[in-house]
């Protein structure tokens, strides 16, 4: 149990597009989903809290207007990033609460052109 | 910041126990110690959690010490495939009893020699 998937898991985009990307918990229901992102050789990063029916929580420096969140259920979150540069390729990774642990999911590949 | 220390690298021969150590020594009474790995380019996986008791599972085993300010993960039997960064993580849950955010450090390199 406790599965978490991500789609997609690749995506290449042009400079100025937006990507959505999903995050879903398929065994379980999770009340608050968390989204980080990765740059090659560093650790994760908290980007924002998401919790169900309510407004994301963003850590410091990260731009709520750019990545848009958005947790309409209790097994889907949504993150899209808005108007992507190449500085925003990166590898985006989602995790969902159950109990007092959190699942992680496979992780999305973010490449802008 | 991450509230823990872990060597950057070890090396461990395959078939023999890996002992991972992360020291926690600001932790407080609510936190639990969290152990997490991540393979390259994949998502981090679950491994085991504590709060105050020895913890053993179907992966490892998670020994922390009487004042909570270290702990150890023990892989029993390191095989190839246990190759990866271990990440060590303390957090509480909140009053909804989903856990709080986790913030990662920069986690041991675990490299398993065959």
């Known amino acids: 149990g406790a599965v978490v998937s991500q789609h997609p898991s690749r995506v290449i985009c042009k400079s100025g597009t937006s990507v959505k990307i999903e995050c879903r918990s398929l065994?379980?229901?999770?009340?608050?989903m968390f989204w980080y992102r990765q740059f090659p050789k560093q650790s994760l990063m908290l980007m924002a809290t998401?919790?169900?029916?309510?407004?994301?929580?963003?850590e410091q420096g990260v731009e709520k207007d750019k990545f848009l969140i958005n947790h309409a259920s209790l097994t889907l979150s949504t993150l899209t990033v808005t108007s992507a540069h190449p500085e925003d390729s990166s590898f985006y990774i989602c995790?969902?609460?159950?109990?007092?642990?959190?699942?992680f999911g496979p992780g999305t590949r973010l490449t802008v052109l | 910041d991450a509230k823990t220390t872990q060597p950057p690298s070890m090396d461990c021969a395959e078939g023999r126990a890996a002992n991972l150590p992360c020291n926690h020594s600001?932790?407080?009474?609510?936190?639990?110690v969290y152990w997490y790995r991540q393979i390259h380019s994949q998502g981090p996986q679950y491994i085991i959690h504590?709060?105050?008791n020895n913890e053993t599972n179907e992966m490892a085993s998670l020994i922390i010490t009487e004042d909570r300010k270290s702990s150890t993960l023990i892989l029993p039997h390191a095989t190839l495939r246990d190759t990866a960064v271990y990440y060590c993580?303390?957090?509480?849950?909140?009053?909804?009893?989903?856990?709080?955010?986790?913030?990662f450090g920069t986690g041991t390199l675990l490299a398993v020699q065959p």
């Open positions: 995790s969902a609460s159950r109990g007092v642990t959190q699942y």
């Open positions: 065994d379980f229901q999770a009340t608050t």
């Open positions: 998401s919790n169900e029916g309510s407004k994301a929580t963003y």
């Open positions: 600001t932790i407080s009474g609510n936190e639990y």
């Open positions: 504590g709060l105050k």
């Open positions: 993580i303390v957090s509480s849950s909140n009053y909804g009893g989903a856990t709080n955010k986790l913030i």
